[in-house]
């Protein structure tokens, strides 16, 4: 075989670029964090707060997105890693969704406090703090959504190219957004209608949505961490193996090394060689890493 066949490097077709927009994020996010933070301290606002620290934990996580990009791409041909380093980017993303996770509970103990402690917000200054914030909420997601979209819709089935790390930092951007959306719609609420339990009352909601997103991420990224099977890609090379009659597959294991690309052992028994089998899963795409055994 040639030294080709044995590279290792499963980093996804659009790595680098996604690096790059992950960064930025982080850098508008941190900024932002600051702000907001701040202000929600100085008006007493709980949703500003809560918009403020949640951000303060997505900068956190999207710092940790950005650093797995770099680790992945720094130790790509290491020899330690056997299938190389594309699942960086979903342990990456399973540490994120832990971190969502734990940022909803948080919102919601504090908003279910201030529901039963209310306090004084000043209202007109923090809408105008959680608007700002909303807007790099927006620019960050505008950033990352494009690379987002891009692979969804790629590829024979739409989870082959999914970049787990750019999702979660995604996810984080969105939840961000929500709850900015939330804060405002409360501090609105509080100001000219009086209903200051909207507050915390969004807080609490903003925590359930983000709670689905966090369970939604870790049960995908587990399931690439544990190497679970692609049912539609089995059944795409059951299909191309045993399609002619002539061989049956015995043993089939796939697994996904990283974004696109899958690797597969394949255990066939009739009358065809490895070569035989090989060119014929020559058009699934996905599988970047064969492995083929006759009986």
Sequence with gaps: MSPAAHDHVFLGSRHDAHARRTLWVVLLTAT????????????????????????????????????????????????????????????????????????????????????????????????????????????????????????????????????????????????DALTSVLAIAA????????????DPAMGIAGAAVIAVWSWGLLRDTAAVLLDTSDPALE??????????????ITDLHIWRLGPGAHAAIVSVTGAVDNETVRERLRPVHELAHLTVETR
């Design 235 to 248: 059944a795409e090379v059951r299909e191309q193996v045993e399609g002619p009659g002539d061989t049956r």
């Design 187 to 198: 501090l609105l609420g509080g100001r000219y209608l009086g209903w200051a339990w909207l």
């Design 32 to 175: 932002m964090m600051v702000g907001e933070i701040a202000a929600g301290l100085l008006t007493q606002s709980m949703a500003l707060l809560a918009d403020g620290f949640h951000m303060a934990t997505h900068a956190g996580a999207l710092a940790v997105a950005a650093g797995a990009y770099a680790y992945a791409r720094r130790h790509a041909r290491d020899p330690r890693y056997s299938f190389g380093t594309g699942k960086v980017g979903d342990l990456a993303g399973f540490a994120s969704a832990l971190v969502l996770g734990f940022a909803a509970i948080g919102i919601a103990g504090e908003s279910v406090m201030r529901l039963l402690e209310p306090r004084e917000v000043a209202f007109g200054e923090a809408t105008v703090v959680a608007v700002l914030g909303l807007v790099v909420n927006v620019v960050s997601a505008l950033l990352l959504g494009h690379g987002h979209q891009h692979h969804d819709h790629d590829g024979h089935h739409h989870e082959h190219e999914q970049d787990n790390n750019l999702r979660s930092a995604y996810l984080h951007v969105l939840a």
